[in-house]
């Protein structure tokens, strides 16, 4: 794992992170993971986003809207359950460590997109 002393993670008496400290971790993890979608809509779509939805942890919904679209934006070391992912959003944004960003989406909202495409060219 990471370093993170000095940043607020206790350890156990093993060394390895405390419960709490991997679960505020993993929360650290997927607000920047939000942050990083939010930038990249940004710099490669010009599109300016408000940025991750407040109590959208407690609510159990989407991460970001990108336009009409609902994100669910997940850091993840394994993909984990896709399907369960997409509940609550259209999109599925997803990153492995040292990984690039897929994004993940069913496949009627692709051919209304793919579509859309081909009809502005």
Same mark, same amino acid.
């Given at each position: 794992m990471g370093d993170y002393r000095g940043r607020g993670f206790a350890r156990s008496g093993d060394g390895s992170l405390s419960a709490a400290s991997k679960g505020r971790r993993n929360r650290q993890r997927g607000q920047e993971g939000e942050? $990083?979608?939010v930038d990249?809509?940004?710099?490669?779509?010009?599109?300016v986003l408000k940025g991750r939805?407040?109590?959208? $942890?407690?609510?159990?919904?989407?991460?970001?809207d990108i336009g009409p679209l609902r994100a669910q934006v997940k850091r993840r070391k394994v993909p984990g359950p896709l399907y369960q992912f997409l509940e609550n959003a259209d999109v599925l944004c997803y990153r492995a460590d040292s990984k690039e960003w897929l994004v993940v989406m069913r496949w009627p909202l692709f051919a209304k997109l793919a579509r859309e495409e081909v009809a502005a060219t």
């Open positions: 942050r $990083e979608i990249l809509c940004r710099q490669d779509l010009g599109l939805r407040l109590g959208q $942890e407690r609510d159990s919904g989407h991460d970001v």
